[in-house]
């Protein structure tokens, strides 16, 4: 019997073994870029992966590949760089794409949606990094893994009532423990921004709520597009969007509660 559940486990171990090889070494490097700290490398590296990001929407939107679209993703990135309101690079980007679309009428209209989505939450993350340093990424990220991880042992387990038509697999009792988890992690690391225990439950709640949708969102292009993942350049994991996805909607919520609520003083964070 224990042969058998041994054997059982290797198989599916070894099924899945590109995908742990690739999830440890994407953990190893990202603790190295968050031990390491350095500002310019942390631009760099998100401003690569929004490029590929981009590239992956075009085929999610069913766009043509076009060099215009990675000129302006990347200007509007360099421009983050030296500004306080990344957003607003973003922005400007999206102004002068629709003032040219309006004045030729050479382009479809959804030829904009790379640049609302990934681009504008790309430069929440960047946002949130200015704002509390390496510091506001390692909350962030805690919270969506530990919702992710939440919602996929909670569905394996108390998981029966189905979460929504986009994702049959998700579930309402999975995405409960998923939050759950998500928001007990976040609430410790955000008392730490926060000053405040309640407050930080509340921040936590926010975000970890928006990056189930973040996945949701993805899972419902993807379907619209009728691709299994976003990109291959993963092995076992897919695209830059299907790891990114949730942390892009949550980043957007994190940032806006930053926004809207006094929680954070430069002294607050490392």
Same mark, same amino acid.
Do not use: H, Q
């Given at each position: &019997?224990?042969?058998?559940?041994?054997? %059982?486990?290797?198989?599916? /171990?070894?099924a899945d073994k590109q995908r742990y090889v690739t999830g440890v070494l994407l953990i190893v490097v990202l603790v190295l870029i968050l031990l390491i700290n350095s500002k310019i490398l942390i631009w760099f590296v998100l401003g690569a992966l929004l490029l590929l990001s981009i590239k992956e929407s075009l085929a999610l939107y069913t766009l043509e590949t076009a060099l215009h679209f990675y000129i302006l993703g990347a200007l509007g990135w360099i421009g983050a760089y030296f500004?306080?309101?990344?957003? +607003?690079?973003?922005? @400007?980007?999206?102004? *002068?794409?629709?003032?040219? @679309?309006?004045?030729?009428?050479?382009?479809? !209209?959804?030829? &904009?949606?790379?640049? *609302? +989505?990934?681009?504008?939450? /790309?430069?929440? @993350?960047?946002?949130? +990094?200015? !704002? !509390?340093? $390496?510091?506001? *990424?390692?909350?962030?990220?805690?919270?969506?893994?530990?919702?992710d991880t939440g919602a996929y042992f909670g569905g394996k387990i108390f998981g029966k009532t189905p979460f929504s038509p986009t994702s049959p697999k998700k579930t309402i009792e999975g995405v409960v423990v998923g939050v759950a988890c998500g928001t007990a992690v976040g609430a410790v690391f955000y008392t730490g921004i926060t000053h405040s225990f309640p407050l930080?439950?509340?921040?936590?709640?926010?975000?970890?709520?928006? %990056?189930?949708?973040?996945? !949701?969102?993805?899972?419902?292009?993807? $379907?619209?597009?009728? *691709?299994?993942?976003?990109g291959t350049i993963f092995p076992g994991h897919g695209g830059v969007l299907d790891r990114l996805d949730a942390l892009l909607f949550a980043a957007i919520a994190m940032l806006f509660i930053l926004s809207v609520l006094p929680l954070y003083s430069e002294t607050s964070v490392l």
């Open positions: &019997m224990k042969d058998a559940e041994n054997g %059982s486990v290797k198989k599916v /171990f070894s500004t306080e309101n990344p957003l +607003y690079c973003g922005l @400007i980007v999206l102004l *002068l794409y629709a003032s040219y @679309i309006a004045y030729s009428k050479k382009l479809p !209209l959804k030829v &904009m949606l790379p640049f *609302l +989505y990934p681009t504008l939450p /790309f430069l929440c @993350i960047w946002s949130v +990094y200015g !704002l !509390l340093d $390496r510091w506001g *990424l390692i909350c962030l990220i805690a919270v969506v893994v530990c919702t930080a439950v509340v921040v936590a709640l926010f975000v970890a709520l928006a %990056s189930v949708f973040g996945d !949701l969102f993805e899972s419902y292009l993807k $379907r619209e597009a009728n *691709l299994k993942d976003s």
